[in-house]
């Protein structure tokens, strides 16, 4: 963690925000002043927001290029203290360009030109040399290129030269993208009406699973499935949940969609792991209600497989029929927004998450059962029985759904913000209602490029279900943005570049995808906001939602880091970060290579059921203070070769959670990590946890556990638990009620 920086008198000046100029200093110096409003039109998106920016230098890290494009007036671009400087805007294609507007900090340019270029080597001025002056500055120009930019030649201060906002305005060559009400979502969505006959959706239904029964290649297919209903009440379907499918009401609240026999999940089809539920991956079930047929509901899942806004109109089972057998195990799972009216039976789940929900009873539980905010939850008494409960959940935002209106109109339901949160949120949820002609549904085949254009456009994103290929990175610059996927939607980054990138700005809500990583290392997957910068976000946090990354998977992907998140104030929903420990390409330790899969340096960020597995070094890194965790599940890497090639800072191996030496502040409830060193059983991890100790950082109902006795985690927390296997011969955890 970066020390803090003592501020000298200048930046204290400068951190008090910007000087706009008065009409009749403009008028003096023959200036357009713009005042720039907060939330822009789709139609008043510059061209250049969110576009790649280089400058000639920077003054530190904290002040990069893209601060100046990234349409959030308090982050900025500062050059060293020196003539001359420039900074210029990749805008992608050649535009006509009639409008430049400056937002200059109190180090301004008292000599600059605006320049554009076709290829950003040689250059045209399209303004003659203009004095600069803190505030906002309008230039009216007329000029073209693909390249423009801000070429100073003389400070007027001691110091850089230093912009909040550079941006671009003029006539795009290219077409509006279109919207509709009524989309298009593409030919792996279908969708059901109440006079549907139940014969034809049974047919569909099994198509698409039966299709998967004891195939090699469905774990990492190309294929996608969703199944949506519309209001109404539906006969009898019997829907057997696959890999890569989603079944979804489209009514405003879960009991406006009713299914009268089952969504189910069950062992016995997987190829290769028939026994089993553990591998019962990337499938949801959301927003509606289900009678279910003999008065219980099956979902027998693992990692990747969420439950939303369900209402089980009885009891409800995650485990897998065969629980009895000897070899019905589970390692799900999550559950969230939903009302259970009858018994949930946990059964084989070694651990699961609840979130902000009702039941009517709880039974069961392995190792890690964690409930934040869930009326009706049983006591706290990790770990005999292992419940970790919290009556609420600090901070909670239920993920964006899609619903039709009483006109039959298509629209996105964003639910609000809520503290301190118990029990389900609906009916009559409060939120924002967005029309589908707000944003682009995109399919497979669109280009990166596309998708940037919609979000210069001003549009949200919806991305339908398949595969992505990226070449460039989707860069997420407005505030309030909302980009959601249904049917996991599976983004490929091509060349190593980052798939996902979003601005430190207010209330992006990314949600419902999923990121392979590409066969060229990319540094991340995901980037939410900029090192280095602090922003108070606690009002409307950005928030990521059951969004699920892979390391080796359909492709030999590699990544340094999978998730990286910068932002203060970011709640984290559901992630499941993966590097793969079996794949439809074949995995290893030098070929699927990843470092750590969650990067944490905002504050104050929450993590609401957190997944990570298999990473090489540290597999969470937390260096940013007051952060919360509820709920973590790890395995470590089951493929390291020797002990040698796995040495870390403090000794052997890395730490499955790492809390930087430096917080002073950190909390997480239920946590487990789990050891299968299945390549070489003798490979040891001296800790799962690492820490700093002092009281400020706290841990409860933390575990460890040696999977078969396959290889050794020497204690659980620092240097505090014992060891695993406990003793040789079972499984059995070791367990820290808290630390310290």
């Known amino acids: 963690m970066t020390p803090p920086t003592l501020i000298s008198p200048r930046q204290r000046h400068l951190r008090r925000g910007r000087v706009v100029l008065s009409a009749a200093l403009a008028a003096a110096l023959g200036l357009t002043v713009a005042s720039i409003a907060g939330t822009a039109s789709a139609a008043d998106v510059p061209l250049s927001q969110g576009k790649p920016a280089t400058a000639s230098s920077v003054e530190s890290a904290a002040f990069p290029a893209s601060n100046a494009v990234d349409?959030?007036?308090?982050?900025?671009?500062?050059?060293?203290?020196?003539?001359p400087q420039w900074l210029q805007v990749d805008l992608g294609s050649s535009q006509s360009i009639s409008q430049v507007v400056l937002n200059w900090e109190a180090a301004y340019a008292s000599a600059f030109t605006i320049q554009t270029s076709a290829n950003g080597t040689s250059w045209t001025n399209v303004t003659p040399v203009t004095t600069g002056q803190a505030g906002v500055q309008t230039l009216n120009v007329t000029g073209s290129g693909r390249y423009v930019r801000m070429s100073g030649t003389t400070r007027a201060t001691p110091y850089g030269y230093s912009l909040w906002e550079f941006q671009v305005f003029g006539t795009t060559t290219t077409p509006t993208l279109p919207t509709s009400d009524t989309p298009d979502f593409g030919s792996n969505v279908r969708i059901f009406e109440p006079g549907t006959a139940a014969s034809t959706i049974q047919s569909a239904v099994d198509s698409a699973f039966n299709a998967q029964l004891r195939s090699p290649t469905a774990q990492f297919g190309s294929q996608r499935h969703v199944f949506l209903f519309k209001p109404g009440t539906y006969g009898r379907v019997w829907a057997n949940v696959g890999f890569y499918t989603t079944i979804a009401g489209l009514g405003l609240n879960p009991d406006d969609v009713t299914i009268n026999g089952a969504v189910n999940v069950d062992s016995g089809w997987n190829y290769g792991d028939e026994k089993n539920a553990t591998q019962n991956f990337w499938r949801s079930m959301e927003n509606l209600s289900i009678v279910p047929e003999g008065g219980t509901n099956r979902w027998a899942v693992s990692q990747a497989a969420p439950m939303r806004r369900v209402h089980i109109k009885g009891n409800l089972t995650l485990a897998p029929s065969n629980q009895d057998g000897g070899q019905g195990y589970s390692s799900g799972g999550y559950l969230a927004d939903s009302i259970v009216d009858g018994v949930v039976s946990s059964g084989s789940q070694q651990q699961w998450y609840t979130r902000d929900s009702r039941i009517t009873r709880w039974d069961g539980g392995v190792w890690n059962m964690v409930y934040s905010g869930v009326q009706g939850a049983p006591a706290n008494a990790f770990p005999n029985p292992p419940h970790t409960t919290l009556a609420t959940t600090p901070v909670s935002r239920e993920k964006?759904?899609?619903?039709?209106?009483?006109?039959?109109?298509?629209?996105?339901?964003?639910?609000?913000?809520?503290?301190?949160?118990?029990?389900?949120?609906?009916?009559?949820?409060?939120?924002?209602?967005?029309?589908?002609?707000?944003?682009?549904?995109?399919?497979?085949g669109d280009s990166a490029a596309r998708i940037n254009q919609a979000l210069a456009q001003g549009l949200n994103l919806f991305f339908t279900p398949g595969t992505y290929t990226l070449n460039d990175t989707i860069r997420v610059t407005r505030a309030n943005t909302v980009v959601t996927g249904i049917g996991f939607p599976t983004l490929i980054p091509s060349g190593g570049v980052e798939a996902l990138n979003i601005a430190d700005v207010d209330g992006v809500k990314v949600s419902g995808l999923t990121f392979d990583a590409g066969t060229t290392n990319s540094p991340t997957l995901l980037t939410v906001g900029r090192a280095g910068v602090h922003t108070d976000h606690a009002a409307n946090p950005i928030s990521l939602q059951d969004v699920f990354f892979r390391i080796g998977s359909s492709v030999q992907g590699k990544a340094t880091t999978t998730l990286a998140v910068h932002s203060d104030d970011t709640i984290i929903d559901h992630i499941w970060a993966w590097r793969a420990d079996h794949g439809g390409a074949p995995t290893g330790w030098t070929v699927n290579t990843g470092d750590t899969g969650v990067l944490v340096n905002?504050?104050?960020?929450?993590?609401?059921?957190?997944?990570?597995?298999?990473?090489?070094k540290y597999e969470v890194i937390w260096n940013g203070n007051r952060g919360k965790t509820i709920f973590f599940q790890n395995e470590k890497p089951y493929d390291v070769p020797n002990q040698a090639a796995w040495i870390g800072p403090r000794g052997n191996g890395y730490a499955a959670y790492k809390v930087a030496d430096a917080v002073t502040d950190h909390q997480l409830w239920g946590g487990g990590s789990y050891a299968y060193f299945n390549v070489n059983p003798a490979v040891r991890v001296d800790r799962a946890f690492e820490v700093p100790n002092r009281s400020g950082?706290?841990?409860?109902?933390?575990?460890?556990?040696?999977?078969?006795?396959?290889?050794?985690?020497?204690?659980?927390?620092?240097?505090?638990?014992?060891?695993?296997?406990?003793?040789?011969?079972?499984?059995?955890?070791?367990?820290?009620?808290?630390?310290?």
């Open 602 to 616: 905002g504050d104050d960020v929450l993590a609401t059921g957190l997944f990570v597995e298999h990473y090489q």
């Open 697 to 740: 950082v706290q841990l409860r109902s933390v575990l460890t556990v040696s999977l078969g006795d396959v290889g050794t985690i020497a204690n659980v927390v620092n240097d505090t638990g014992g060891a695993v296997p406990n003793p040789a011969g079972n499984t059995t955890p070791r367990n820290v009620i808290a630390y310290p």
């Open 400 to 444: 964006p759904y899609l619903y039709v209106d009483n006109a039959g109109l298509y629209r996105v339901f964003v639910p609000a913000l809520r503290r301190n949160s118990a029990g389900a949120t609906w009916p009559n949820a409060a939120g924002t209602s967005i029309p589908m002609r707000e944003f682009y549904v995109a399919k497979p």
């Open 71 to 83: 349409g959030n007036t308090g982050t900025r671009w500062s050059s060293t203290f020196a003539d």
